[in-house]
């Protein structure tokens, strides 16, 4: 289950194995292995994988011990979101990351354009049929 849990916060915060071998000074192959639970490492081998993950995607290690806590995200999200100042996030986040924030700002404005554009549209209809 573990490796289930360091599986998807690798693929969550886009640590790459290479780079997370490359880092730890081990085989890429053995976070592989980690990943798909052919290996279980020592607890504190574990932990020295976690903390360099961590020093890659700060977050990583609040959120592998969200899940394992069985927390869903919703709570992690929010609890990071509390804790942090949107300055500090945005210092803490990928260029990849950050890209992905900006389309999804800009996905919701236009959303909110949208709606701000069908309720005028509403209002010039209520205005006609008031005329009318």
Not at 20 to 29: D, P, R, V
Not at 72 to 89: G, R
Not at 96 to 123: C, H, P, T, W, Y
Request: proline share 3%; hydrophobic share 40%.
């Amino acid at each position: 289950m573990l490796n289930e849990y360091f599986k998807q916060t690798m693929e969550h915060f886009g640590v790459k194995g290479t780079r997370l071998a490359k880092e730890l000074g081990c085989g890429q192959a053995y976070i592989s292995d980690i990943r798909r639970g052919k290996t279980n490492p020592p607890i504190n081998r574990f932990w020295q994988i976690l903390e360099t993950m961590e020093k890659l995607a700060p977050g990583a290690k609040r959120y592998f011990g969200n899940l394992v806590a069985g927390n869903d995200s919703d709570y992690f999200l929010e609890a990071v979101a509390q804790s942090i100042e949107p300055a500090e996030m945005v210092e803490l986040m990928s260029n990849d990351q950050l890209a992905k924030l900006m389309f999804a700002i800009a996905k919701r404005i236009g959303n909110m354009n949208q709606s701000v554009k069908k309720e005028d549209e509403f209002k010039k209809d209520d205005e006609l049929m008031l005329v009318g």
